[in-house]
């Protein structure tokens, strides 16, 4: 038996001999090595190999990296000659086609190379005009331009049937009875009136402020026209212009009238006067024309306008103009207009009567279509006396 300090130096012994056993990690040996005898506290190393030699199979894997190296050379090579002929196939396809090509027809039917094609514009744009052209999707078309030519009534004369052609006026705006009218006659009412129950009316309709009400303002202070018959002269550029003509609109649409007068355009702008016109044609009314001829400004604009199927010319008109106006300046306003047949009623009172016979001799004499003269004896139109009759073209 051995004595407790002999066993226990060879517990520490064999306790350190386990600890360097365990945690000295064991060297892979090539299977070609056949495995050596190791003892439980000893570890041996790999024999030393020659000078200038690799261990063994360290040669093995230079080898096979290498051999890997030069596969993936090879197929980096082969992918980049596929690349280089699919693009060339590409662009060789593209320069076939028949809407891009470097090779365009000269005069005479040959083709000539045009290096500059893919940097010349115009070059592009001359080859690409044909009607066969290949075009993208999303390029951008050309934008047609068609000319679209309106009918003759657009361009200034009203339709060949004008239903006012040919007729006389009875023009009785200065009294409230529209009277019973005739078929193959006209009847303008005044301000207030219904239409007449036979024949074509047409209401009578003020661009001033006919009653004076003050609420069409603001107003203006220049027609001596308006100060005559106690009107107000309303200023074109307030909210009253457009109030005072919509009101009178819609009273006359709900009377049943087709055709209405605007009357002291001379007092105002032609633009002006325009608007209005327009603005009648918005609630289906068609236009007579008042003194055109007593207009500040050339009143073949007015005439012309495609809403206008009609003029009334009264003896005295205008504030600005010295002289009435003649058959003669009318025939020749209306045929600037573009509206060579259009009617015009030359209308009289009171002392007008010598110039309404006047007038009926130069119209005869001349011998114009669609013009009639008519004297009111009563008053201030309030009845209608044939002077001369209208003949038709």
Not at 80 to 105: Q, S, W, Y
Request: proline share 10%; aromatic share 8%; with cysteine.
């Amino acid at each position: 038996m051995l004595p407790p300090a002999s066993v226990g130096m060879a517990v520490v012994t064999t306790t350190r001999a386990v600890v360097r056993r365990v945690a000295m990690p064991r060297v892979a040996r090539p299977r070609a090595v056949p495995p050596r005898t190791i003892l439980p506290h000893i570890v041996t190393p790999p024999p030393p190999s020659p000078i200038g030699r690799p261990p063994h199979g360290q040669a093995h894997v230079s080898n096979a990296s290498v051999y890997q190296d030069g596969i993936f050379a090879l197929k980096l090579g082969l992918s980049a000659c596929v690349g280089a002929a699919i693009t060339f196939a590409v662009l060789n396809n593209l320069e076939k086609r028949p809407g891009i090509t470097r090779f365009r027809p000269d005069a005479s039917g040959s083709s000539i190379y045009n290096p500059s094609f893919r940097k010349d514009p115009a070059a592009l744009t001359e080859e690409t005009n044909g009607p066969d052209r290949l075009v993208p999707s999303n390029f951008p078309r050309k934008v047609r331009t068609v000319i679209f030519t309106p009918p003759a009534h657009l361009l200034g004369s009203p339709p060949a049937a004008n239903p006012l052609a040919g007729k006389p006026l009875r023009y009785l705006i200065g009294t409230k009875a529209s009277g019973p009218g005739r078929d193959d006659e006209v009847t303008e009412v005044s301000y207030a009136a219904a239409p007449a129950k036979r024949g074509i009316s047409i209401a009578y309709c003020n661009l001033f402020d006919e009653l004076n009400t003050g609420r069409y303002g603001p107003y203006l202070h220049t027609s001596n026209t308006a100060k005559k018959y106690h009107e107000g002269q309303i200023h074109p550029r307030g909210p009253g212009w457009e109030k005072n003509l919509r009101e009178q609109f819609e009273r006359r649409r709900k009377q049943g009238f087709t055709y209405i007068e605007l009357d002291n355009p001379d007092a105002y702008r032609l633009s002006d006067v325009l608007r209005a016109i327009a603005l009648a044609q918005t609630y289906g009314f068609k236009v007579v024309a008042k003194n055109p001829g007593a207009m500040n400004e050339d009143p073949t604009p007015y005439v012309a306008h495609p809403n206008i199927y009609g003029i009334i010319v009264e003896k005295d008109a205008g504030e600005t103009r010295e002289g009435d106006a003649t058959p003669a300046e009318m025939d020749a306003l209306r045929k600037r207009a573009g509206k060579p047949e259009l009617p015009v009623w030359f209308v009289s009172f009171g002392k007008g009567r010598a110039w309404a016979s006047s007038v009926a001799a130069e119209i005869r004499s001349r011998g114009y279509h669609n013009m009639s003269v008519t004297y009111s004896s009563a008053g201030e139109y309030v009845n209608s006396i044939d002077i001369l009759l209208p003949s038709k073209a």
